[in-house]
Nanobody
């Protein structure tokens, strides 16, 4: 089992920045990929960014160049630095972690971009 605890969401004006954190605990030696999905009201949950234990990353095209994902393997924490935020980035952001046979989710953190 892997437990994920997110932090860092909130309200920010367009053009602003936020940094999300996700701390993993449990059988973390089995975790391969960690990252973030987001879900806006009435929409499906979509991948934002992911990072493998080797350091390779992938991003949704809508956030590439604005968001940066990083991972501290020693602290078992993944970060999402979000810059140049837009109103369309408003959503609940969910941290995830994958092992060989499972996907684990955090509880979600709200990000609202509004003036």
């Amino acid at each position: 089992q892997v437990q994920l605890v997110e932090s860092g969401g909130g309200l920010v004006q367009p053009g602003g920045s936020l940094r999300l954190s996700c701390a993993a605990s449990g059988i973390i030696s089995t975790v391969n990929t960690m990252g973030w999905y987001r879900q806006a009201p009435g929409k499906q949950r979509d991948l934002v960014a992911g990072i493998h234990r080797t350091g390779s990353t992938n991003y949704a095209s809508s956030v590439e160049g604005r968001f940066t994902i990083s991972r501290d393997n020693g602290e078992n924490t993944v970060f999402l630095q979000m810059n140049s935020l837009k109103p369309e980035d408003t959503a609940v952001y969910y941290c995830y972690a994958t092992t060989a046979g499972s996907v684990y989710w955090g509880q979600g953190t709200q990000v609202t971009v509004s003036s």
